[in-house]
T-cell receptor
Framework: GAVVSQHPSWVICKSGTSVKIECRSL??????MFWYRQFPKQSLMLMAT?????????EQGVEKDKFLINHASLTLSTLTVTSAHPEDSSFYIC???????????FGPGTRLTVT | AQSVTQPDIHITVSEGASLELRCNYS??????LFWYVQSPGQGLQLLLK??????LVQGIKGFEAEFKRSQSSFNLRKPSVHWSDAAEYFC????????????FGKGTTLSVSS
């Protein structure tokens, strides 16, 4: 149980275009989802927290207009990287938390390469 | 602000030898502490967690960790390492009492030699 999927697993896009990454909780309802970014050989950095039905809370330094997060249902959150630049290339990981729970379940991640 | 320090960037252990990965945290109250493992191409897998109670926590794959409040540490141990344990290990602390967003350490890469 407690499986989280991400789609796509990897994506290549051209500079200036937008790309959407989906995060789904497959067998549970997640009132809260988190988006992390991981640079090569580095730690995971929290980008934003999204609660179902409300606006995401972004961490300091994360551009909310560039990284659009939507959590429209209890099983789906999306991250859209708008007007992507090569410096946005990274590994994006989502996690989901059960309502009232303290543990997060992580997706396998999405590798984004912007050319 | 909460923070997590993993002092060792890379550790090499012989197969069958014991392992200890260090983790120090900075947190004002009783922390929610986690150890995750990340293998290439795979997502983060929870090894174990500490919220309260017994300070020696047993996890999956034969791992254990000990919470030491006096040292602000939560070191991960395994008595006998297997080649399949080679991976990246992350220590994390919940950002608040509700255990919401996680603050991760920079990770320790474990290599296993034969």
């Amino acid at each position: 149980g407690a499986v989280v999927s991400q789609h796509p697993s990897w994506v290549i896009c051209k500079s200036g275009t937008s790309v959407k990454i989906e995060c789904r909780s497959l067998d549970f309802q997640a009132t809260t989802m988190f988006w992390y970014r991981q640079f090569p050989k580095q730690s995971l950095m929290l980008m934003a927290t999204s609660n179902e039905g409300s606006k995401a809370t972004y961490e300091q330094g994360v551009e909310k207009d560039k990284f659009l997060i939507n959590h429209a249902s209890l099983t789906l959150s999306t991250l859209t990287v708008t007007s992507a630049h090569p410096e946005d290339s990274s590994f994006y990981i989502c996690s989901a938390r059960l309502a009232g729970g303290n543990e997060q379940y992580f997706g396998p991640g999405t590798r984004l390469t912007v050319t | 602000a909460q923070s997590v320090t993993q002092p060792d960037i890379h550790i090499t252990v012989s197969e069958g030898a014991s392992l200890e990965l260090r983790c120090n945290y900075s947190y004002g109250a009783t922390p929610y502490l986690f150890w995750y493992v990340q293998s290439p191409g795979q997502g983060l897998q929870l090894l174990l967690k500490y919220f309260s109670g017994d300070t020696l926590v047993q996890g999956i794959k034969g791992f254990e960790a000990e919470f030491k409040r006096s040292q602000s540490s939560f070191n991960l141990r395994k008595p006998s390492v297997h080649w399949s344990d080679a991976a990246e290990y992350f220590c994390a602390v919940g950002r608040n009492q509700a255990g919401t967003a996680l603050i991760f350490g920079k990770g320790t890469t474990l290599s296993v030699s034969s």
